[in-house]
């Protein structure tokens, strides 16, 4: 099981990613946080790090830079 604050390096794999409501997009390069919803992800962007609560929903989605 996923763990909170657990991060994985492993290579890109095709399917859905559940996000919970309540998730939040971080920056850690800049230091900011916002909630996640549609307009965000519409907008695109990039992730590096994804975070999961114990039943394998995002919780967080994180850019910790190049």
């Keep these: 099981m996923f763990t909170e604050g657990t991060r ?5 794999k095709e ?3 559940f996000i919970r409501k ?5 920056d850690a390069m800049e230091g900011q946080k916002k909630t996640v ?3 965000n992800l519409a907008i695109g962007g990039y ?3 994804v ?3 114990q039943k394998g ?3 967080k ?4 830079g190049e």
């Design 15 to 17: 399917g859905k990613l």
């Design 61 to 64: 989605l994180i850019y910790y």
């Design 47 to 49: 992730f590096n790090g």
């Design 37 to 39: 919803n549609v307009e």
């Design 57 to 59: 929903y995002a919780t």
């Design 51 to 53: 975070q999961f609560d």
């Design 8 to 12: 994985f390096e492993d290579k890109i």
């Design 22 to 26: 309540d998730a939040m997009i971080e």
